[in-house]
């Protein structure tokens, strides 16, 4: 049965702009403040009593958002990839009613550091941490997770690792769920362009989920030239090589070309990142529901 459940302290009303979010990292003191039915999906804001009590009830199925900390164009917050794995976890598990972990923010950005404000860990700690989340719950009954990742291609192999090791270690299943990948029956329907960076996708994302972080005004579109067999986004059906991150000398041109984006966010709107958002959520519900299905196989 479906859970609606409030939205929790991690997005808090803006004062004097209803409809308007803050992301509320900064002032973890409150994330005390319930939802109102007093519903909680956030592994951090329990008591162990109650990750027990969730535990005994059969839901054993814990969700993981994974993402980034690195520049996003002159417009969008270094949290972006993040931001956008931790609510759609959020959403999903408000309606499902599984666990959320805390996010873990960083991700793989070396092809970032360029710019100030980037945090890159090194792909084996990603792994390693992940594996060690995974780990620690699967000692306490936990058996099924949905690792969402909000940092595209760039995270998707040592999660790939660390998912295969823990499903062959500790008996367990993981799934690992990427916007990117989720998104292409609905990219063209919305006119969006291809997959970039900070372009029209994320940014009306982020229009839609974290308005007071967005700032258009700044936006600048840029489409870089196009090489020859390679193409990144997985809605393109062209021969490709495989992804291999820029160097910082490249970056270092970039940031002076586009301010660190590619594609055209000239073009992102609310509406779009709305329609956007609710087809991403329902998908996460679909892949949590058909997991949960999946309990005694």
Not at 74 to 89: C, K
Not at 166 to 195: H, T
Not at 282 to 292: M, P, T, W
């Amino acid at each position: 049965m479906l859970l609606e459940i409030s939205r929790t302290s991690l997005f808090q009303e803006l004062d004097g702009y209803p409809g308007r979010k803050r992301f509320n990292t900064w002032k973890l003191a409150e994330m005390a403040s319930r939802a109102k039915s007093g519903s909680k999906v956030w592994l951090q804001e329990m008591r162990w009593q109650e990750v027990e009590k969730l535990r005994n009830s059969g839901v054993g199925l814990a969700v993981i958002p994974v993402g980034s900390v690195e520049q996003h164009g002159f417009h969008l917050p270094a949290g972006t990839d993040s931001m956008v794995a931790i609510r759609l976890a959020e959403d999903a598990a408000q309606r499902t009613g599984v666990l959320v972990t805390p996010p873990l923010w960083f991700g793989w950005s070396p092809h970032h550091l360029a710019y100030p404000g980037t945090i890159s860990i090194r792909p084996d700690v990603l792994s390693e941490i992940l594996f060690d989340i995974v780990s620690s719950l699967a000692t306490q009954g936990f058996n099924r997770f949905v690792i969402v990742n909000g940092h595209r291609i760039a995270n998707i192999p040592w999660i790939q690792i660390s998912a295969e090791r823990a499903q062959r270690e500790l008996g367990v299943r993981v799934l690992i769920y990427d916007p990117a990948y989720m998104s292409k029956e609905i990219a063209d329907r919305l006119g969006f362009g291809k997959v970039g960076h900070a372009e029209e996708i994320e940014t009306s994302h982020m229009l839609h989920i974290m308005p007071n972080l967005v700032r258009m005004e700044k936006a600048r579109d840029y489409i870089p030239p196009e090489r020859k067999l390679y193409h990144v986004d997985p809605r393109i059906p062209k021969d490709t090589v495989c992804y291999v991150p820029g160097t910082a000398k490249n970056l270092e041109q970039a940031a002076k070309d586009s301010g660190g984006g590619h594609g055209r966010p000239s073009l992102a709107t609310a509406e779009k990142g709305s329609e956007l958002h609710e087809h991403l959520v329902g998908r996460l519900i679909e892949v949590i529901n058909e997991l949960n299905g999946a309990r005694n196989d």
